[in-house]
Structure formats: structure tokens, C-alpha cells
Antibody, heavy 125, light 107 residues
């Protein structure tokens, strides 16, 4: 069974750093992209970025480029999302999700088929 | 970035109703379009990928259609458990943007 288990809720002060995690199991971790999605309180889903654990190739949304870093430790099947200096506006639920692949050739398609339970990050002075 | 626009943003309906949510892309995305359902306090759940392919275990009352720029999610006969927020997502290129969501509420 594919599972993504995220680290627990965090309460931080503005300016502090943070690294949250997402541990995959039940599939070949290095062969599937892992993405991160933000959901601010009462708002919709925002695609932040994605990483391929096999070679750490990563892509970011322009909205999040330079604001966060996505990384992976494939030896422990874990992806990370980190901030160097948190702001109050980073308060949100953060989800990791596995990008599955369906179809083949020109019909190959991609989708977030398994999700973590979410990590709530609260940034407040 | 490709912009995904859903309509309506909210919808009030009754059990047994047929409802349709639409999603429009700002450029052609072929069938690189997924639909997710999210219930309060829960992670999103994939319902449909590749515009019309129903995920295993998802009831057949959910149907996805469309290609290019215009897509639709139809629920043929609403059940109490269907009241949730629905999101479309394009995976044609990065960033793989989501629509703003459609909240489906009980009338």
C-alpha cells in the first residue's frame, strides 16, 4: 500500500527556519516525482513544486521559487520542504503528494494519486 | 503559467441532483487534466485523471469530459457524501496549476 506520512504540526515565530518531511513507503520512492501543495486557511490548493528523488531534479512554481527549498534523501525515502526565514503569510497546511503516471507514449498522463495527511505550519509572534 | 478557471465557485444542490462543474484552461492542455475532491480537514483525493479516466473505487456517478481548453466534471445523482470542494489541475507543464475550487453545498 502506497503511503506518504508527513511530519507533525509546527508553531514557529517569524524569521525562524523550518524543515518539514514526507516519508514514502509501499512503492519505489526513487521512481516517482513528489510534489508539495500549499493550502492557506480557507483557501484553495497551490502547486509549489516537485522533485524527482532518483536524481533530485526539481521544478518550482515562480510564486515559490526562492521562498522555499524542496529536497530529498532517497536513502530514507523522505522528501523535505524547508524555509530559511518564515513569515506570517507562510501559515498554511502543506501537503506532499506522489505524482503517479498512467498511460504510455503520447497518452502518458500525470496526477497526484497519493497524498500525505498534511502538515499544519503556524507562524506567529 | 497556465491559468485554470473553474465555475461556478460555489454551488448549492440537493441530493439526487445532477451537477456539472466546468474548468477552463488559458491555453490548450490536451487531456492533461485531473479532478480532485477535498472534504473539510482532509487531504484531496484524486477522482479523475487524463480528463475522463475514473480512478479505481470512485463511483460511476462521477464523469469527466473535455479536451483542449474546456473540461467538465459531472455528478449524475448527488449523494450526501459528495458535498465537498472540487479542484481541477493541469499537468501539461509546470507549474501544474490548480483551479480555484468549486464548493458544492447542500441546498
Amino acid at each position: 500500500e502506497v503511503q506518504l506520512v508527513q511530519s507533525g504540526a509546527e508553531v514557529k515565530k517569524p524569521g525562524e527556519s523550518l524543515k518539514i518531511s514526507c516519508k514514502g513507503s509501499g512503492y519505489s520512492f526513487t521512481n516517482s516525482w513528489i510534489g508539495w501543495v500549499r493550502q492557506m486557511p480557507g483557501k484553495g490548493l497551490e502547486w509549489m513544486g516537485i522533485i524527482y528523488p532518483g536524481d533530485s531534479d526539481s521544478r518550482y512554481s515562480p510564486s515559490f521559487q526562492g521562498q522555499v527549498t524542496i529536497s530529498v534523501d532517497k536513502s530514507i525515502s523522505t522528501a523535505y520542504l524547508q524555509w530559511g526565514s518564515l513569515k506570517a503569510s507562510d501559515t498554511a497546511m502543506y501537503y506532499c503528494a506522489r505524482q503517479g503516471v498512467s498511460g504510455s507514449g503520447n497518452y502518458k498522463r500525470y496526477q497526484f494519486d497519493h497524498w500525505g495527511q498534511g502538515t499544519l505550519v503556524t507562524v506567529s509572534s | 503559467d497556465i491559468q485554470m478557471t473553474q465555475s461556478p465557485s460555489s454551488l448549492s444542490a440537493s441530493v439526487g441532483d445532477r451537477v456539472t462543474i466546468t474548468c477552463r484552461a488559458s491555453q490548450s492542455i490536451s487531456t492533461y487534466l485531473n479532478w480532485y475532491q477535498q472534504k473539510p480537514g482532509k487531504a484531496p483525493k484524486l477522482l479523475i485523471n487524463a480528463a475522463s479516466s475514473l480512478q479505481s473505487g470512485v463511483p460511476s456517478r462521477f464523469t469527466g469530459s473535455g479536451s483542449g481548453t474546456d473540461f467538465a466534471l459531472t455528478i449524475s445523482s448527488l449523494q450526501p457524501e459528495d458535498f465537498a470542494t472540487y479542484y481541477c489541475q493541469q499537468t501539461y507543464n509546470t507549474p501544474q496549476t490548480f483551479g480555484q475550487g468549486t464548493k458544492l453545498e447542500i441546498k
